[in-house]
């Protein structure tokens, strides 16, 4: 019997360590494909503010795609992609802190502002059609009123921007917290494994309920969790994740900004951008705010309609798209 019980221990103890390779070698491969991918499609622009990682896409007007919390470059090209669509020279910067672009000794969405128009000088462009999402959306602004000349048009995308109401904020459940634990430890197996065992709680963190992801069409679901997947590694984007949830967002003079602006947000975003969103277009001189009842932070279901909604709003505003396009978005 005692014989026995040494085998059965044997047994489990060696299924147990035959799992854990079997798990590490899953995180060793996906982590590694995941930080190839993140150093592979940007490159490096030297500017006046220092050196910029950019990724660039497409033919026609030229379209500063700024991303958010937990981007880079790559999420300012998926997100053209997939909420503008072709017809545009995409130009995808790394904001401070995010993949290959460093952290300067002032960070803020002023300072980044400045960058912003460095690099599109560096890049040789005039004027652009701007596109800010969350917390993307303050450097967006700042553009928008420090280098006018410079924004043919301003779209704001779920805006983690000033309100004098209600403040953009993390939604405050405990599996919220545990995600903005691991975020701040820049943990990227911990994140890895949360995306295999528990989906929803990351799913959560990024602002959208689970429940309306769980009653999406497959090519919704995909979506999101390609967007949680694209977080990694979470340690190239750390530094910039810890400047964004920082933020010192001060009452800015939108209603000097006079540059054609459209604002979406969704009333259920767990960020609670829609104050952001209707403060902002209740003050920039004639910006239209179009908000949907569903959809969280991502606007999960609502994709075909933000790219027909902003076609027609470029279009108002003489500045439609050449719809030539070798751009992975068009359609």
Not at 160 to 182: C, D, H, K, M, N
């Amino acid at each position: 019997m005692k014989n026995s019980l040494h085998i059965v221990g044997g047994v489990i103890g060696t299924a147990a360590a035959i799992g854990s390779a079997l798990i590490f070698l899953s995180y060793s491969h996906e982590i590694t494909r995941a930080r190839t991918a993140s150093s592979a499609g940007g490159r490096m622009v030297g500017t006046a503010a220092g050196p910029i990682e950019v990724a660039e896409a497409g033919i026609g007007m030229p379209l500063l795609s700024i991303h958010g919390s937990g981007g880079g470059y790559d999420q300012g090209l998926s997100n053209a992609a997939e909420l503008v669509g072709g017809g545009f020279r995409v130009i995808a910067p790394s904001r401070f802190g995010y993949l290959g672009t460093p952290v300067p000794t002032n960070t803020s969405p002023s300072a980044q502002a400045d960058a912003h128009a460095a690099l599109l000088t560096g890049l040789e462009v005039d004027k652009a059609v701007v596109v800010g999402i969350s917390a993307g959306a303050r450097s967006a602004i700042e553009l928008a009123l420090r280098h006018p000349e410079r924004v043919a048009a301003l779209i704001l995308i779920v805006p983690a921007t000033y309100s004098p109401a209600a403040p953009v904020a993390i939604e405050g459940s405990r599996a919220s917290q545990l995600a903005l634990w691991l975020v701040n430890a820049g943990a990227d197996f911990a994140w890895w494994a949360m995306e295999k065992i528990a989906p929803s709680v990351l799913i959560r963190f990024v602002g959208v309920p689970p429940e309306i992801v769980a009653a999406a069409p497959t090519e919704d679901r995909n979506r999101v969790m390609q967007i949680v997947r694209s977080v990694q590694p979470l340690s190239r984007r750390y530094p910039g994740i810890n400047i964004d949830s920082n933020p010192t967002l001060p009452r800015l003079p939108l209603q000097n900004i006079n540059a054609p602006t459209l604002i979406i947000s969704a009333q259920d975003d767990l960020f609670n951008t829609l104050p952001a969103a209707e403060f902002a277009a209740a003050t920039i001189p004639d910006a239209r705010l179009v908000v949907y009842d569903r959809g969280g932070h991502l606007l999960v279901g609502h994709d075909r309609e933000v790219r027909a909604l902003i076609g027609d709003f470029l279009t108002q505003a003489n500045l439609k798209s050449t719809r030539r396009s070798n751009f992975g978005g068009e359609k």
